[in-house]
């Protein structure tokens, strides 16, 4: 009966044992899944198209690491939350990359879009300057003016150039710049058109 609760005894420790060994090994296998998931977030631009998602989910992983470690120093280690916590990061971390792949195709369409604008605008420009005075001050400005298209038009081939690099976010600064300056010079343009024929209906009036 004796040697029975001695068997006994020992297979319970034995089993015990064992769910400790089981519960304090530390999640190295989980650990490199995460990273490695990280990287691949990194490698494709997470931390400039979807920074905020990426800084937490950095800050995440850290916190995990910190909780490991802190387990790895007592003598009963379970690391079953940071295994849970890890394989929840991974997953996470698949997230933020299909965030910033979705992102980056919204840029690129944008873009292209706001260079049509852009390429529309130049041409009823070049239109309206067909209509606008010619006076002696008028020439002038209007070859100031042809001057500004021209060096609108060369940033749109900038801009094109940085969205084949997928350089999205330049890309995008660039071809806003140009818009807002194209607008600028169509509006000017309207106005002095419009001043100019109700100058000359006045005359002829």
Do not use: H, W
């Not at 004796?2 to 044992?17: D, H």
């Not at 008028?138 to 038009?153: M, R, S």
């Amino acid at each position: 009966m004796k040697m029975k609760r001695v068997l006994v005894g020992i297979a319970s420790l034995g089993v015990a044992s064992l769910i400790l060994t089981s519960c304090g090994k530390e999640p190295q296998a989980e650990i490199d899944l995460a990273n490695a998931a990280i990287n691949e977030a990194q490698v494709i631009g997470s931390e400039t198209y979807a920074p905020e998602s990426f800084l937490a989910l950095q800050d995440s992983m850290k916190s995990i690491m910190d909780n490991v470690e802190a387990q790895k120093s007592k003598i009963f280690k379970n690391f079953d939350d940071s295994k849970a916590d890890l394989m929840a990061v991974t997953q996470l971390a698949g997230e933020v990359k299909q965030k910033t792949i979705d992102r980056k195709i919204a840029l690129q369409n944008e873009i292209k879009q706001m260079i049509v604008e852009v390429k529309l605008l130049l041409e009823a420009n070049n239109k309206l300057i067909l209509e606008a005075p010619k006076g002696k001050e008028g020439a002038t400005a209007l070859v100031a003016i042809k001057d500004e298209l021209t060096a609108i038009d060369a940033t749109l081939t900038e801009a094109n150039e940085l969205l084949e690099q997928e350089s999205y976010i330049a890309s995008l600064d660039i071809a806003n710049a140009s818009k807002d300056k194209a607008s600028a010079i169509n509006t000017e343009l309207q106005e002095v058109i419009a001043k100019y024929k109700t100058n000359v209906k006045v005359r002829k009036g």
